[in-house]
C-alpha cells in the first residue's frame, strides 16, 4: 500500500465533512422551492400566469369604455338638444313680442321708417333675434342628425352590457389566481428552509435578499381591489383591511 493513500482519503472526507456543514447551495434550495431569482429579488413562475391574465382584463375594460363613452355622449346630445329646445322656446316668445310691438306701429310711409331697424332698436332686436334663432336652428339639426336610431340604441346597450359582463368575469377569473400566489409567497416566507437559504445567500452576496411578489404582482394585486370594490361592490377581506392597516 502506497504511503501517502490515507493522507489522501482523510482529505476526502474533510472535504465532504466540510461541504456537509456548510449544507445544500442555497440558490439551489431556492430553485429546488421554484423561485427563480430577477435581481435580488426571487419570484414564482404562477405570477406570469396573474400578469398575463391583467393584461386581458384591462383589454376588456377598455373595450367596455369605448362602447360607455358612445352611450355618455347619446346622453349628452339628447341634454343638449333638451336645452336648446327650452332656449329656443324662450327666443320665439321673446321674438313674437318684438313682432307685435313692430305691428303696433302706425302705417303708411312713417310707420315702414319706423319699423325699420335703421331707425327703430325693436326693430334691430327683432333681426338680431331672428338671426339667432336660425343659428340654433342649425345647431339643432346637426345634432339631431347624430342621435342613433332606436335599433341603433338598443344594439349599443346591449353591447355594453356584453362587455362589462366579460369584463366582471374576468375579475372573477382573476381573484383565485391572484390569491394563489400570494398564499404561496406567505408558505414560502414561512418556510425554515427558505428563510436559511436566504440568509446564506444575503451574507455571500452582502445584498438584501428579498422573496417576491414582484412590483407587478402587487400593482395587479392593487387594481383587481379596486375594480372589485368600483366594479362589483366587494369589500375587501378582513385579512387584505389588516395587512393593510399594518402598512400605515
Do not use: C
Not at 57 to 76: H, I, N, T
Amino acid at each position: 500500500m502506497r504511503p501517502d493513500r490515507p493522507v489522501g482519503l482523510l482529505m476526502v472526507f474533510a472535504l465532504l465533512g466540510s461541504a456537509t456543514a456548510r449544507g445544500a447551495d442555497p440558490a439551489a434550495v431556492l430553485k429546488e422551492k421554484g423561485l427563480t431569482k430577477s435581481g435580488t429579488v426571487y419570484l414564482i413562475e404562477d405570477e406570469k400566469p396573474v400578469l398575463e391574465k391583467l393584461k386581458e382584463v384591462k383589454a376588456l375594460f377598455a373595450s367596455y369604455g369605448q362602447a360607455a363613452e358612445r352611450q355618455a355622449a347619446q346622453a349628452q346630445i339628447a341634454y343638449n338638444l333638451a336645452e336648446m329646445g327650452q332656449q329656443h322656446a324662450a327666443m320665439q316668445q321673446e321674438l313674437n313680442a318684438l313682432n307685435q310691438q313692430s305691428r303696433s306701429r302706425v302705417g303708411g310711409r312713417m310707420g315702414r321708417m319706423a319699423n325699420s331697424p335703421q331707425f327703430n332698436p325693436v326693430a334691430a332686436e327683432r333681426v338680431q333675434m331672428q338671426a339667432a334663432m336660425n343659428e340654433l336652428s342649425a345647431n339643432q339639426k346637426t345634432l339631431k342628425s347624430q342621435v342613433l336610431s332606436a335599433k341603433d340604441k338598443t344594439a349599443l346597450d346591449a353591447e355594453i352590457k356584453k362587455r362589462a359582463e366579460a369584463f366582471k368575469g374576468a375579475l372573477v377569473e382573476l381573484r383565485p389566481m391572484v390569491d394563489q400566489v400570494t398564499k404561496a409567497y406567505a408558505d414560502l416566507d414561512a418556510d425554515e428552509a427558505v428563510k436559511k437559504a436566504r440568509d446564506e445567500l444575503a451574507k455571500e452576496t452582502h445584498a438584501n435578499i428579498k422573496l417576491g411578489p414582484s412590483e407587478a404582482f402587487k400593482a395587479a394585486e392593487k387594481y383587481l381591489a379596486r375594480a372589485e370594490r368600483e366594479v362589483l361592490g366587494k369589500r375587501p377581506s378582513a385579512a387584505v383591511s389588516k395587512k393593510a392597516k399594518a402598512k400605515k
